[in-house]
């Protein structure tokens, strides 16, 4: 019993992702008791099956590049490619960090209910038959993907899929411009399959900025990837061994695996929301207040489950900064301004702030300056790849309103430029920064 409260528990979790055990380890740690319910493996999208696993095969295909630009530096080496040995070492590592995130909760004072978690009052979720109660309940149960409702769709693999395929296709179709499917597209490409991306827009990676995006499609391009845009993915079937899909364009593309990347929900199924009287919007993400609080007041919600970010490091801060204000007398709340994200492609993308088409609407005045040049690291080689580095000002005040950057370590670079544009840097005061040289960073202390 948590000290004289009537129920088991201070908090009852629901999903052990990024933003439900950050919010129970802060809450245990003020010595608060805490339960979280867990139907998977603990740890999450984000370290089962999505960002950790994802960066780890971008790595393995950054190794391509690295791989032909080493003869100029003198490097002469035949390297051959084992997808099994890579998926084996990748499985290993997902599961020491899910080995890691248990014994975390547990030295942290978490109890662990592995089971489907069901609210059945304002204080109370039933778990594999038993029930549990609690002052607050925080639902963090994340999104999975989906895809559109096609003939034949039962044929597509989704992000899950790709992470676990036993065997390299040969051919792989993509439907999709957005996050996962030019990260995988670049994967994939780069570790020798035939990718064929199909986007129903012009270029990908709509809502970035429209230079960035136009740069990068036509990187993921000269990398070998075959874009098609303004074309959409209408049935597929299968055909021997293969998959055929038919396009919106007429064409019809013959590939062994096609993954279907367009986008992600919520996860509300079973949850028990309506009984209880979470509301929930049309697009089945819970609604919340600035204090992460639904309609019912005692119970919660942070991260994919009810906001429109879909990044981890939003869960996490949501979730830390919920535990310190229900039980440390906390008063901070998350910003949701300049929230930098990077795309893992090859080429790489880092954002942060507005685009140029934002900054027009939010400024009476903008300076854009832009660099693009070839990075030292590939200078003697044969790699052709450029970097590309725009930058938006607000004239009223000189403030860094927008960076964006597509090219080599991209997002390393931007994420220190963040924390500067958080603090309100100005052009001038990048002006006086002294570059590291030569770095690829140092192009943004020098843009003129
Ligand atoms: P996104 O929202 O990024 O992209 C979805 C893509 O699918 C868009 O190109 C969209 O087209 C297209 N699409 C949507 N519906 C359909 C449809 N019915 N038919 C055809 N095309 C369709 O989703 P993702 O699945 O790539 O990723 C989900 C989220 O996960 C991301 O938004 C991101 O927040 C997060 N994520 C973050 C990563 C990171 O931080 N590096 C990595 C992976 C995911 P259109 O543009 O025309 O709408």
């Known amino acids: 019993m948590a000290n004289d409260s009537p129920y088991d528990y201070d908090l009852i979790v629901i999903g052990a992702g990024s933003g439900g055990v950050r919010a129970a380890r802060v809450a245990a740690g003020l010595g608060r008791k805490v339960a979280i319910i867990e139907e998977d493996k603990v740890g999450g999208t984000c370290v089962i099956r999505g960002c950790v696993p994802k960066k780890l095969l971008a790595y393995a295909a950054a190794y391509r590049k690295s791989l032909q630009a080493a003869p100029a530096f003198g490097w002469d080496m035949q390297a051959q490619f084992d997808w099994s040995t890579l998926k084996a070492n990748k499985d290993a590592e997902v599961d020491r960090l899910n080995r890691i995130y248990l014994r975390l909760l547990a030295d942290s004072g978490v109890e662990l209910y592995q089971g489907h978690g069901r609210l059945t009052g304002a204080h109370s979720v039933t778990v594999n038959g038993e029930t549990l109660t609690a002052g607050h309940i925080l639902i963090a149960t994340g999104s999975h993907n989906v895809c559109p409702d096609i003939p034949g769709i039962e044929l597509a693999i989704d992000s899950d899929g790709a992470l676990s395929l036993e065997r390299l296709p040969q051919r792989m179709a993509i439907k999709g411009g957005g996050y996962i499917a030019v990260e995988f597209a670049s994967i994939f490409n780069a570790l020798g399959v035939e990718v064929y991306l199909v986007y129903r827009g012009n270029p990908v990676l709509r809502g970035f900025d429209m230079d960035i995006r136009i740069f990068a499609q036509k990187a993921f391009s000269a990398n070998g990837i075959q874009v098609i845009n303004n074309a959409d993915v209408m049935a597929v079937r299968q055909v021997d061994e293969y998959k055929e899909l038919s396009l919106s364009n007429g064409e019809i593309l013959t590939v062994d695996a096609f993954l279907c990347a367009t986008g992600r929900r919520p996860n509300t199924r079973d949850l028990g929301l309506h009984e209880v009287g979470v509301a929930v919007a049309e697009d089945g993400k819970i609604l919340v207040n600035r204090e992460q609080q639904t309609s019912v007041a005692s119970i919660y919600a942070v991260g994919d489950v009810c906001n429109d970010y879909n990044l981890t490091p939003v869960a996490i801060k949501e979730g830390h900064l919920l535990a310190e204000r229900l039980f440390a007398g906390g008063s901070r709340y998350p910003e949701y ?112």
């Open 337 to 448: 301004d300049n929230v930098p994200t990077a795309v893992f492609s090859i080429l790489e993308i880092a954002t942060c702030g507005f685009t140029e088409e934002q900054a027009k609407a939010h400024c009476s005045d903008i300076a854009v300056y832009t660099s693009t040049f070839r990075p030292m690291k590939y200078a003697m080689s044969t790699v052709e790849e450029k970097t590309f580095i725009k930058m938006i000002v607000d004239k009223a005040n000189d403030k860094v309103v927008g960076l964006h950057i597509a090219g080599a370590d991209a997002a390393e670079i931007l994420q220190g430029f963040a924390a500067a544009m958080k603090a309100g840097i100005t052009k001038e005061r990048l002006d006086a920064t002294i570059g590291i040289h030569p770095t690829s960073a140092e192009e943004i202390v020098t843009l003129r």
